[in-house]
C-alpha cells in the first residue's frame, strides 16, 4: 500500500495516497477538481486551466492540481468564491468557440463540457460575435472521423499517439485560436489502438465512424465484461440497448479501466469483436441440413453419442472453465476422448508489446488448469477409428486443412454446438445454438494468469440456452453454473482457496505454478 | 543625460570586426575572469545588482545561483535574443555594432556558472543582425576565444546561433528552449524551474543580450564602477529604444532613474509642435500606460515603476500624443497579443479571440456599453489563469488604456466612430 499523507481540502482534513497529483489523490477520496486535459495514463498538461486550485501558505496563488503533488499538511481550497469564478469563467472560454451541438453529438450525455457547464459555470452566452470556424468532418483513418470545433485542445489524443502507441500521427498546428488538432498531409491515424482517442477525447471531437449516429449514450446500458477477441482479456463496458419492439443489441465495446490488464485502452479489432454477437448468429439447430427444434436436435445427439463407437469431444479454447470443465465431465460420461485442439487460433507475428496477443483465443491457459490436451498429435490420435466428433464452440475450420477436413468427414460425423455461423457450422451435419459469451457468464485465464470473471450483459428477446444447459441436456452432470464453480473450487488445487462466486473486478493473479497445477 | 556604457564601441567604425573591437577593449577581461574562481564571478556579479535586462528585472547573479549544487548534468546558457516585444529595439543594436561585447559576456557567464554550451536564440527577422553575430562568432573562434580552448585555457566553449521562426512566444524562456530542442515554441509549466531543468532536461540559465552584454564592464571596472550609474535597487545603464511620437526617435543608452518626462524632453527630442502628451507607454507594449499626470514623477528604474502599478519593462518607451486613438491603439495591440498566443491554454486561446472581436465590433461602431464592460471583465478572468504571461501581457495594457482612457471607448459606442477623440 502506497504512503498516506494527511492534507486539508477546504479546511478539512482528509487522508490521500501519496505520491499522486492533487486530482488522482483528492479524487480518490472522493473530492472532485473538475479537468479536461489531465488523464492519468497521459499524464499532466496543464493546458486546460479547469484544474486551478488555491493552495495556502508559500505558494503562488494559484497551482494547476494536476501538477501539482499531494504532500502533507497542504491546505488545498476548492470552494471558494475565487476558485469558483476561476472554473466558471475557465467554462465559458471553453465554450465561446464551441458550436454547443449537443443535440447531433454523440458525446452527448457522456461529455465533460455537458458536466462541467451544469456542475461549475451554469451562466448565459455572453457571445456576441461569430465563433471561430473550423472543419467540421474531418476523417481521420481508422474509424476516427474529427470535428475541430467540438475540439478543446486538450490534446490527450496527440499524446496518447505520442506516449502511448509512439506512432505519432496526430499533433495541434497553428498558434492561438486557429489551433487545431490534425494528421500531417497523407498521413492518416494508422496504428491497432487508434480508436482510444474516441474514449480519451473528453468532448464530441473524436467520433467513432462505427458508432456516430447509431445511439444516445443514455439508451444504452453498460455492463461490465470481458474481451475475448485474444487472450489478453481487456476489461470492457459492453454497451447495448434493447430499444422498443427490438432485440437486445450491441452498439459498441470499450475499454474499462483494469490497471493488471489493460490499463484504460483496448485494440481496435477487440473493440469491433461486438459485431460478431450481434451479427452472424447460428440461431436455430440444424440436422441434416434441415431446421429442427432444438429438443429434437439434442435427442438427435443423445442417439448419436450412444450409437457411436468412438466418439471425440473437442472444447474450444474461448470456453470458460466451467464450460471445459462441464464437456470434459461429459466425455467421461460417454467415453470420450476429448482435445482442446485449436492452433488455428494463434496467429503468430500478430501481437506487440502492448495489448495484441498471437492467441486470440480468452481462455487456453484453462486447457492447462484443467489438463486438457490441446495437440496436434493428440487430436489426431484422438480422430482414429472414431466417429462422431462434437465440436464445442471450437470452429477446427481454423485448424485444419480443407483436405483434412474432407478426410475426417469420410469417416466422421460432425457435430457443431455454437454460438457464431462459421464455415465449420456449414459443413456439421448435427449444428446446436449456443448463447454467446455476452450472454453468458463465465471464468477464463488470460495470458498473464489472471483469473477474470464475465456476467450475462444481453438478454435476447428469444434467449439461446447456454453451453452448460445444453451440455446438461445431453447428460452432463451439471445443472448450473453454481455446480460447476462449486466442482472447480473443490477439485482444482489452484482455486481451492479461492471464492469463484465473488472474483473482484480486477480479477485474481494466479501464479505460473498455480495455473499448471493440475488437479488429482 | 546619455552615457556610454554598453554603447563606448557602438559609434566607432568597424566595432563590429574582432581587430576593431579588441584594439578597443573586447576580451580584455578574460585573463581577470579565468584568474577568478566561478564563484567568485557570481559574487561580483550579485555585487553590481546588475538586474535582467529582458524585461523581468530579476537580479542575474542570483539567477545564476540557483543552479542546482552537486549537479553532474551539462549546463547551457541560453541568451535570448528573440527581441520580439513591440516597441523594442535595443538588442539588434548590440548584435550589429557590438557582438564581441556579447561574445565576451557570453564567455564569462558560461565560466561562471561552468558551461559549455551556450545557445543564441535570435529572432527569425533579424537577418541582418544574425549575419552579423555569425560572422563575428566566426571571428571569434578563429581568434580562440571559443571553441576547444577559450583565451588559451583549459576551457572548452561552443556557442551556437538558433533562428526562431518568428513566434513571438519564444521569448518567454521554456518556449525558447522547446523552440531550440526542436518543437513548437509552447511555453512549460513551472516548476521545474529551467535552472533546474531546462535545456534538453539540464539546468540551464536564461539572460537577455543586455544582460549578457553589461558583463564585460563589470568585470573590467568592478561592481562600483558600475553601480555608479543608476539608482540604489536598479543600478547600472539602459539601452533605451524611445519611439513613438517625438521629434528624436531612437535608441539612447541612459543610467536608470531619469524621470521619464525629463528624457522624452531633453534625449528624445520632445513632442511635435502644438501636440499635447497623452500617454507614455514605459517599457514595451505590455506594460500598463502611464497619463501625463502619473508620468511626473515617473523615473526610469524598476522601483519607481512598479510604484506607478507599471513596469520597466524592455526599456521600450512609446510616447503617444493626442493624435493616437486609443481605442484603435488597443485594437492594434490585441491583434497582435492574439495572433502570438501559442494557443495552449484555453483563456489566452479563447479569449484573446474573443477580446479581439469585442474590440473590433467597437471600432466597427457596433459596439455596446456592456461590450466595454466585458472586455474590462475578460482582463481579470483571463490574466494569470495561464501557463506563461502572454495572456498578462495582453491583458494588463488593455485594461490600463480601459479604466484611464474610457470616456474614448464611449465615444465609439455613442456617437460617430469616425470621429477622433482628443483628451
New interface residues.
Given amino acids: 500500500m502506497a504512503e498516506k499523507v494527511k492534507l486539508f481540502v477546504n479546511g478539512q482534513e482528509v487522508e490521500v495516497e501519496s505520491g499522486k497529483n492533487l486530482i488522482d489523490a483528492i479524487g480518490a477520496v472522493g473530492i472532485e477538481i473538475p479537468h479536461l486535459c489531465y488523464h492519468p495514463a497521459l499524464g499532466?498538461d496543464?493546458?486546460?486551466?479547469?484544474c486551478?486550485v488555491g493552495i495556502e501558505d508559500g505558494r503562488p496563488?494559484?497551482v494547476?492540481a494536476c501538477?501539482t503533488m499531494a504532500v502533507e499538511g497542504m491546505k488545498v481550497q476548492l470552494d471558494t468564491e475565487k476558485i469558483k469564478k476561476?472554473q466558471r469563467?475557465?467554462m465559458?472560454?471553453?465554450l465561446?468557440?464551441h458550436p454547443i451541438d449537443c443535440p447531433i453529438c454523440d458525446q452527448a450525455g457522456e461529455c465533460k463540457l455537458q458536466d462541467y457547464y451544469m456542475q461549475y459555470d451554469g451562466q448565459k452566452s455572453?457571445?456576441?460575435?461569430?465563433p471561430?470556424a473550423k472543419a467540421k468532418h474531418m476523417d481521420f483513418g481508422a474509424g476516427v472521423v474529427h470535428d475541430q470545433e467540438r475540439c478543446?485542445?486538450c490534446a490527450r489524443c496527440v499524446r496518447f499517439t505520442r506516449l502511448i502507441t509512439k506512432t505519432g500521427e496526430l499533433g495541434?498546428v497553428?498558434?492561438?485560436?486557429?489551433?487545431r488538432v490534425t494528421t500531417f498531409p497523407g498521413r492518416p491515424l494508422a496504428n491497432r489502438y487508434a480508436l482510444n482517442v474516441v474514449d480519451l477525447c473528453p468532448v464530441g471531437a473524436m467520433t467513432s465512424k462505427d458508432f456516430r449516429f447509431k445511439q444516445r449514450a443514455w439508451f444504452l446500458t453498460k455492463s461490465e465484461s470481458v474481451c475475448q477477441g485474444c487472450s489478453k482479456g481487456c476489461n470492457i463496458y459492453i454497451d447495448h440497448n434493447k430499444e422498443k419492439y427490438q432485440d437486445d443489441i450491441i452498439y459498441r465495446f470499450r475499454p474499462r479501466l483494469n490497471q493488471q490488464v489493460n490499463g484504460y485502452f483496448m485494440c481496435d479489432a477487440g473493440r469491433m469483436t461486438y459485431k460478431l454477437e450481434n451479427e452472424n448468429r447460428l440461431n436455430s439447430a440444424q440436422v441434416a441440413g434441415k431446421e429442427t427444434n432444438i429438443n429434437d436436435a439434442i435427442e438427435t445427439l443423445r442417439r448419436a453419442f450412444s450409437q457411436a463407437k468412438k466418439s471425440v469431444l473437442v472444447v474450444s479454447p474461448n470456453c470458460s472453465l466451467e464450460q471445459m470443465l462441464a464437456v470434459k465431465k461429459l466425455a467421461a460420461t460417454y467415453n470420450a476422448v476429448l482435445s482442446g485442439y485449436s492452433d488455428g487460433y494463434i496467429n503468430i507475428g500478430d501481437g506487440d508489446d502492448f495489448l495484441i496477443q498471437d492467441d486470440k483465443s480468452a481462455n487456453r491457459a484453462g486447457f492447462a488448469l484443467l489438463d486438457i490436451e490441446s495437440s496436434k498429435s493428440g487430436f489426431e490420435a484422438a480422430l482414429a477409428g472414431s466417429d462422431l466428433l462434437v465440436s464445442f464452440q471450437n470452429d477446427l475450420c481454423r485448424s485444419l486443412t480443407d483436405a483434412e477436413l474432407t478426410k475426417i468427414q469420410e469417416t466422421t460425423k460432425l457435430v457443431y454446438l455454437s454460438s457464431y455461423k462459421d464455415r465449420f457450422s456449414e459443413i456439421a451435419s448435427i449444428t446446436l445454438p449456443v448463447a454467446a459469451y455476452s450472454e453468458d457468464t463465465g471464468t477464463i485465464i488470460n495470458t498473464d494468469n489472471i483469473l477474470q470473471r464475465y456476467g450475462a450483459a444481453v438478454i435476447k428477446n428469444v434467449p439461446t440456452l447456454n453451453l452448460i444447459r445444453v451440455v446438461n441436456l445431453l447428460g452432463g452432470e451439471f445443472k448450473s453454473h453454481e455446480e460447476v464453480l462449486t466442482d472447480l473450487s473443490a477439485t482444482i488445487a489452484a482455486l481451492n482457496n479461492i471464492d469463484l462466486k465473488h472474483i473482484p473486478s480486477e480479477g485474481i493473479a494466479l501464479t505460473d505454478k498455480e495455473v499448471s497445477n493440475v488437479a488429482a | 543625460m546619455q552615457v556610454k556604457v554598453l554603447s563606448a564601441r557602438f559609434d566607432i567604425p568597424d566595432a563590429h570586426k574582432i581587430e576593431v573591437a579588441k584594439e578597443n577593449g573586447a576580451y580584455s577581461t578574460l585573463e581577470k575572469v579565468f584568474s577568478m574562481q566561478p564563484v567568485e564571478v557570481i559574487e561580483l556579479v550579485k555585487q553590481s545588482g546588475l538586474r535582467g535586462r529582458g524585461g523581468a528585472g530579476f537580479p542575474t547573479g542570483l539567477k545564476w545561483s540557483f543552479l542546482p549544487k552537486n549537479n553532474t548534468k551539462p549546463v547551457y546558457l541560453a541568451v535570448n535574443s528573440d527581441e520580439s516585444e513591440p516597441a523594442t529595439f535595443k538588442d539588434r543594436y548590440i548584435l550589429v555594432r557590438d557582438p564581441h561585447m556579447m561574445i565576451e559576456g557570453i564567455i564569462i557567464c558560461c565560466y561562471a556558472i561552468g558551461s559549455h554550451d551556450a545557445y543564441i536564440y535570435i529572432r527569425g527577422e533579424y537577418t541582418t543582425q544574425v549575419k552579423a553575430l555569425q560572422a563575428a562568432i566566426d571571428e571569434a573562434y578563429a581568434a580562440g576565444y571559443l571553441g576547444a580552448s577559450v583565451d588559451g585555457k583549459e576551457y572548452r566553449l561552443d556557442v551556437t546561433v538558433h533562428r526562431g521562426a518568428g513566434a513571438y512566444v519564444c521569448g518567454e524562456e521554456t518556449a525558447l528552449l522547446e523552440s531550440i530542442e526542436g518543437r513548437k515554441g509552447q511555453p512549460r509549466s513551472k516548476p521545474p524551474f529551467p535552472a533546474v531543468e531546462g535545456l534538453y532536461g539540464c539546468p540551464t540559465i536564461i539572460n537577455n543580450v543586455q544582460s549578457i552584454a553589461s558583463l564585460p564592464f563589470i568585470l573590467t571596472n568592478g561592481p562600483d564602477a558600475y553601480k555608479a550609474y543608476g539608482t540604489e535597487k536598479s543600478p547600472g545603464t539602459h539601452l533605451f529604444g524611445i519611439s513613438g511620437l517625438v521629434n528624436k526617435p531612437g535608441m539612447y543608452e541612459l543610467p536608470l532613474g531619469l524621470p521619464i518626462l525629463e528624457v522624452i524632453e531633453k534625449v528624445a527630442g520632445g513632442l511635435r509642435e502644438g501636440r499635447k502628451l497623452k500617454g507614455i507607454i514605459p517599457g514595451g507594449s505590455s506594460t500598463p500606460v502611464q497619463t501625463p499626470e502619473e508620468a511626473q514623477d515617473l523615473t526610469l528604474d524598476y522601483e519607481s515603476m512598479a510604484a506607478h502599478k507599471t513596469m520597466f519593462g524592455s526599456g521600450g518607451i512609446v510616447v503617444l500624443d493626442d493624435t493616437v486613438d486609443i481605442v484603435k491603439l488597443v485594437e492594434n495591440l490585441i491583434h497582435f497579443y492574439h495572433h502570438e498566443s501559442c494557443g495552449q491554454c484555453t483563456p489566452c486561446r479563447e479569449g484573446l479571440g474573443w477580446m479581439l472581436k469585442i474590440i473590433k465590433k467597437i471600432v466597427r461602431g457596433d459596439g455596446t456599453t456592456a461590450d466595454i464592460d466585458l472586455l474590462r471583465e475578460l482582463c481579470d478572468n483571463i490574466e494569470m489563469k495561464t501557463v506563461c504571461v502572454l495572456s498578462a501581457a495582453c491583458t494588463m495594457p488593455v485594461r490600463s488604456y480601459l479604466n484611464k482612457f474610457r470616456h474614448e471607448f464611449e465615444a465609439y459606442v455613442k456617437s460617430d466612430a469616425s470621429c477622433q477623440t482628443a483628451m
Fill in positions: 499532466a496543464g493546458n486546460c486551466r479547469m486551478l496563488p494559484l494547476p501538477k476561476i469563467d475557465i465559458e472560454l471553453e465561446i468557440n455572453r457571445m456576441t460575435v461569430p471561430v478543446v485542445l495541434i497553428n498558434r492561438t485560436d486557429a489551433a
